[in-house]
């Protein structure tokens, strides 16, 4: 029997035209360029149906709520199709799959997000390759995770990153590797792969409901002022993630980097520490100034991306009150980020 993929279709270039002010997603034109393939619709083609969003956007737009409706539309559909392809713009995919992988709990299907560089309207566009081999993949049902098919590789989904606007193997997952890469043929990499039964017992999917949750982040730089932090701790963000050097290293003799970290554990906001480095970890106790860190309570992101940080915290925070288990999940491998 065919299997059968339902595509969440919800903008990015891979549908986009030009218009005078650049590239905008375009009403009914990839599908209408999908007809037109004859590829598509080849017998070895998997059955296939394609919900276009009304209204498509542009990925930089993209906010938790989509995140939302896209985990709902994933789960009203979940019993009726073998397999989901999320069609999304490269600029926040990464994030996207970050999240749905935290929010979609039990997942026991295959949930690829793709896109492209270039428009499936351009003759010179990578939106063919990307479309049809996720479609396949997801076909292939072997990998029961969210994950991005991107250039010839799937990633999972909370590993990866944007990590570079020009080339068309945009993506990378600097610290995982890849679940299957494409060739003559696809090789699955399933030692790599989450088992649909470790995942869940009963099969049922349920899906976080996402609350606002306000996450803020700097970047350490050598000349940064930490007294213009100190205002930002007045809007009580739910988490602070600091992005420091290394092993998790920050400029520990600097008084204010000292009265920062003091104000933000007595307001209870939750300081995370992710390091600069794309492929390591965070190890504080390594140096004195990646330890004062920890004395205050910073908690280590580990080697996860900091798209996974943003859709851990987010997840946690809208499923929990309690900040000590908030803290305890966060450090735990919840589907594989880590
Ligand atoms: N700005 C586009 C988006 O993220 C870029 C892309 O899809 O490649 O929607």
């Known amino acids: 029997m065919k299997k059968s993929i339902y595509i969440l279709y919800t903008g990015g270039t891979i549908g986009m035209a030009k218009s005078s002010g650049g590239y ?55 019993d009726q199709y073998d397999a989901f392809i999320v069609l999304h713009g490269t600029d926040t995919m990464a994030y ?45 049902a072997k990998i029961p995770e969210v994950c991005l098919y991107f250039h010839n590789r799937l990633l999972r989904g909370n590993r990866s990153q944007k990590v570079n606007a020009f080339s068309l193997d945009a993506f990378d997952s600097p610290n995982f590797p890849p679940l299957a890469e494409v060739g003559i043929t696809i090789q699955y990499h399933s030692e790599h792969t989450i088992s649909a039964s470790s995942n869940h017992d009963n099969h049922a999917l349920t899906v ?36 420091t050097y290394g092993l998790g290293n920050a400029p520990a003799t600097n008084p204010d ?54 859709g851990k915290l987010t997840v946690l925070f809208s499923e929990h009150e309690s900040l000590s288990v908030i803290k305890t999940a966060f450090t735990e491998n919840l589907c594989g980020e880590l």
Not at 29 to 46: G, I, R, V, Y
Not at 285 to 295: E, N, P, R, W
């Open 96 to 140: 996207t799959a970050s999240a749905l992988s935290f929010m979609l709990k039990g997942l026991t299907k295959p949930v690829i997000l793709t896109g492209s560089q270039v428009p499936l309207i351009e003759v010179h566009t990578d939106a063919r390759e990307n479309l049809m081999m996720a479609i396949l993949i997801a076909a292939s």
């Open 24 to 78: 905008v997603p375009k009403a009914g034109l990839l599908t209408s360029l999908m007809q037109k393939m004859p590829e598509f619709s080849h017998p070895d083609m998997p059955l296939y149906t394609i919900h276009e969003y009304p209204s498509l956007i542009d990925s930089a737009n993209i906010q938790p709520s989509h995140w939302q409706v896209i985990a709902n539309d994933i789960q009203a559909h979940y």
């Open 208 to 243: 976080t409901t996402l609350k606002a949750v306000k996450i803020l982040q700097t970047s350490l730089f050598p000349g940064i002022d930490f007294k213009l932090l100190i205002p930002l701790l007045e809007e009580k963000p739910h988490a602070f993630i600091l992005n």
């Open 257 to 310: 980097l000292i009265t920062f970290l003091s104000l933000a554990r007595e307001k209870n906001i939750l300081l995370i520490n992710h390091t600069q480095c794309h492929q390591g970890s965070v190890q504080m106790a390594s140096y004195a100034t990646g330890d004062v860190l920890q004395h205050y309570g910073v908690l280590s992101a580990a080697n996860m991306t900091i798209e996974a940080i943003v």
